[in-house]
């Protein structure tokens, strides 16, 4: 386990610093990939669709651009998992065949460095917040909300790197399904400002609650209740606990197939 | 597991699942459907035993089941059936440099490959430098390995693996890394680690290796394990396999092809070889290398009133390498009538392996050949020492001391 350990810490480490590698920007990437995809969004919805949060005193591009950016983070981060797990197995057999090596440790780094990068984005989120806004207490229920978030995504990543192994058309549909969960999440527009008929639908992806929740927390200072924070943990847990079972199920194949 | 196993295999077979796609695997873990594979059979039942501190090679021909079965003893791969027991922290050199990446530097590649490899941080610290220090590789440290020439990849690769300190270390293939000085050095070290009670377990299609460094060696042959014994025995018996595998491959040479022997004058029978002690297990000669006698004996007939023939003799390696030749020309023998010639080779020359031989008659000039006996009285050649090569030259050593 301790080897494990520094095995995650290794792959997490390199997994970063491969990412911005021979960049010019290098480690800057961080912050500027998610402000300048905010740019965008706040460009096309509220300079092009003219569309608004429905809170007066956000009326402002920035204000727009500050509750867009909350739900951006967690999409990017889940958008990420989905895009990076399917063929982080696939692309490593070697680690699989010539190596002896805990395989989940693949997986869980590259989540390590998502989530990294999620709490290098949220601490942007939070200090412009306290500049324009001021600090809210409810901001230390944050871990409540991010930890649960952070199972739900290991069990995601873990399942998607075993299936990756037998599935290669995984590969080719992801891309798709991450354009349609950014579109299906309340990302540009709150929740409360789809029809009622069919916010029922858009509330079975998790990811719509938390978005809601989220936002309200850190930018209107209202606490997350009691029942949500539970169920968000049950669900987390639920989830990590399915992609545990499914790569430790799937692990066994993988030399034979790869 | 008495305490000084370091590692037991009972019954190990292995058999790999062929799939079509890799989804149909994904399939079959359903409960319900039925097998979408065909099964090939890669180990069958291996059974043996490697006691703490010992040296064992596996030799084997490409496809036989080595590496297979070094996977399974490094838990890469898990046999289908049978035990496998480890004693100890084992480090696994089945593909030199299979963690690196080439985007990283030489530097970043050493820890994660440490890593990866069982040593815990403190450890590499203090390692870091000897290992640059053994590879050799300098200052390119901090360049990407993707600029690395394959030598320097593979001598970083090695320096790390070798620098684990296991108590057992499994290497595929991968001894004679580098230039010369660096596959000495690296010989060396796996002496080293030998000498502190290693045990080592390698497989390599070098026989030479195999008897220098292990006390025994396993033949596999097809999955099966075909033999377990002392290095030497294995690797005499393992190359005569070779050999005959050779001749197989030959197989029309082998027929004592007879070339050009229309009307010709003259007619040789009868050949074959004496002066061997033992026959090897293809019932070949098997002679002693500088203790038998090599003789070739052989029928002439001449027909009346001819010219003296040239009798030409090759000896050939059975890789096809021509060792040498005699001819009856340049010793000034004359042949008549009817006679039985022997050629003698006293206290034979030749080093460890296989041979054959192929016989010319040649006009009285030794320019026109009448007839030519292809691959005649394949035999092997055994010797007790280790120096490498096809003969053994006369030489002499002078020492001088320099003031």
Known sequence: MRQALGLLWQFALRDLAGRYRGTLIGFGWVFVTPLLLLLVFTFVFNGVFNMKWPHSDWDSPLGFALFTFCGLLLHQALADTMARSPGLILSQPNLVTKVILPLWVLPASILGAIIFQLLVGLGVFLIVLAIVNGVHTSWITLPLLLVPFSLGLLGVALSLAALGVYLRDINQIIGLVIVLLMFLSPIFYPLSAVPEDMRFWLNLNPMAALMETLRTTLILGEWPGARFILLAWLLGGLFALTGIGVFRHLKRGFADVL | ?403
């Open chain 2, 1 to 403: 597991m008495s305490s000084n196993t370091a590692i037991r295999l009972t019954g190990v077979s292995k058999a790999f699942r062929l799939y079509a796609k890799p989804s149909d695997r994904l399939i079959e873990a359903l409960p319900w459907v039925k097998p979408r594979h065909t099964r090939f059979n890669a180990l069958s039942d291996i059974t043996f035993e490697v006691k703490q501190g010992e040296v064992v090679g596996i030799v084997g021909r490409n496809g036989a089941g080595k590496s297979t079965l070094l996977q399974i003893i490094c838990a890469t791969l898990a046999p289908t059936q049978g035990q496998v027991e480890v004693n100890g922290r084992i480090a696994a050199l089945l593909e030199l440099g299979a963690g690196f990446n080439p985007e990283f530097t030489g530097r970043e590649n050493v820890w994660m490959n440490a890593t990866i490899l069982g040593m815990r941080a403190s450890e590499i610290a203090r390692y870091f430098d000897q290992i640059v220090a053994f590879s050799e590789i300098g200052d390119a440290i901090d360049q990407p390995v993707k600029t690395y020439s394959s030598g320097m990849f593979v001598r970083l690769a090695f320096s790390v693996a070798v620098h684990v300190s296991p108590q057992i270390l499994v290497i595929d293939e991968a001894l004679s890394v580098g230039d010369g000085a660096f596959a000495k050095k690296s010989f060396d070290r796996i002496m080293q680690l030998k000498a502190q009670g290693c045990t080592i377990l390698f497989c390599s299609h070098s026989l030479y290796q195999i008897e220098a460094i292990c006390n025994r060696a396993i033949w596999i042959e097809k999955g099966e394990c075909k033999l377990i014994a002392d290095a030497k025995t294995v690797s005499t018996r393992y190359q005569s396999f070779l050999a005959s595998l050779d001749t197989d491959k030959n197989a029309p040479l082998q027929q004592k092809a007879v070339i050009n022997a229309a009307a010709a004058p003259y007619r040789i029978h009868d050949v074959q070889l004496a002066g061997h002690s033992k026959t090897n297990l293809e019932g070949q000669p098997l002679f002693a290398s500088e203790a038998d006698d090599w003789q070739l004996i052989l029928h002439l007939e001449c027909a009346p009133g001819v010219l003296s023939p040239t009798l030409g003799v090759i000896l050939y390696a059975a890789s096809g390498i021509e060792v040498t030749s005699f001819s009856s020309r340049e010793s000034q023998v004359q042949f008549h009538a009817n006679q039985r010639i022997t050629l003698t080779l006293a206290k034979l020359p030749l080093l460890k392996g296989s041979y054959y031989v192929e016989l010319f008659i040649l006009c009285d000039q030794g320019i026109h050949v009448y007839e030519h006996l292809r691959y005649l009285t394949p035999f092997e050649v055994s010797q007790t020492h280790l120096e490498l090569g096809l003969v053994r030259l006369p030489r002499s050593w002078a020492l001088e001391n320099l003031a």
